[in-house]
């Protein structure tokens, strides 16, 4: 049996020369996906694809649609929305995340990041900035965040933060330093040049000196 969306939900894509970026927004608050679906409406490149309320929904339309960019809220509730980019990640779903909340404690964003998304907004954020973000996510970028967020956080890159990660070496520190960046095991190889399988090699390895059995616990 086909996939069948309600009428609200799914929306005939714009043709433009080029294919815009396909995005579905997920949104627990009605007059939130409104706004969204407003302004994309206005912009050429981006294309809203469906809308989605809760996190079953959600995974359903990034699973059978496969947009290019998944907005998604923290308020599904949060712990929904935890659940949604993890098993999304775990699916190795081409999908790409980008949270846009109005949550800003930092345990909040490491938990995201380490579940696999590229981005973190607060949705004070202005609409130019929420749509160049999406651009940013849809290019393949990874670590994008709102200026605020930059501004006092101590992001998993810095230096310092591996360099106190006791009992690792020089190679599995790098390889956590990615792991907190979202990346997958492929783009950990690329970026290291490294082979796949010497990349789970090293993340077995941390894993065991860490005593965690998963990216979230390592990464925090």
């Known amino acids: 049996m086909g996939l069948r969306l309600p009428e609200s939900s799914l929306y005939k894509l714009t043709m433009y020369p080029d294919e815009p970026i396909r995005v579905v927004v997920a949104d627990f608050h009605p007059i939130v996906r409104i706004g969204v679906r407003c302004l994309l409406k206005q912009t050429a490149d981006l ?19 496969e947009p290019h960019v998944l907005l998604l809220s923290m308020n599904l509730p949060v712990t929904e929305s935890l ?19 109005a ?15 590229s ?7 202005p609409p130019e900035r929420l749509l160049s973000s999406l651009r940013r996510v849809d290019s393949g970028e990874v670590g994008v965040l709102s200026a605020r967020i930059a501004a006092r956080l101590r992001p998993p890159q810095a230096p310092e933060f591996v ?34 399988k010497t990349v789970k090699n090293h993340i077995t390895n941390l894993y065991d000196k860490l005593e965690v059995r998963k990216r979230a616990e390592a990464v925090a």
């Open 47 to 65: 294309s809203l694809l469906a809308e989605a309320a809760n996190a079953e929904e959600t995974v359903r339309l990034a699973e059978n649609l």
């Open 83 to 101: 659940k949604v980019a993890e098993r999304l990640h775990g699916a190795a779903s081409p999908v790409r995340i980008l949270v846009w909340s």
């Open 103 to 117: 949550l800003e404690e930092e345990h909040y964003i490491f938990e995201m990041f380490a579940r696999g998304i």
């Open 119 to 125: 981005g973190y907004l607060t949705k004070v954020e």
């Open 163 to 196: 360099s106190q990660v006791s009992g690792l070496s020089r190679r599995e520190r790098e390889v956590l330093l990615l792991l907190a960046q979202g990346y997958d095991y492929e783009h950990i190889a690329e970026r290291l040049y490294l082979s796949p």
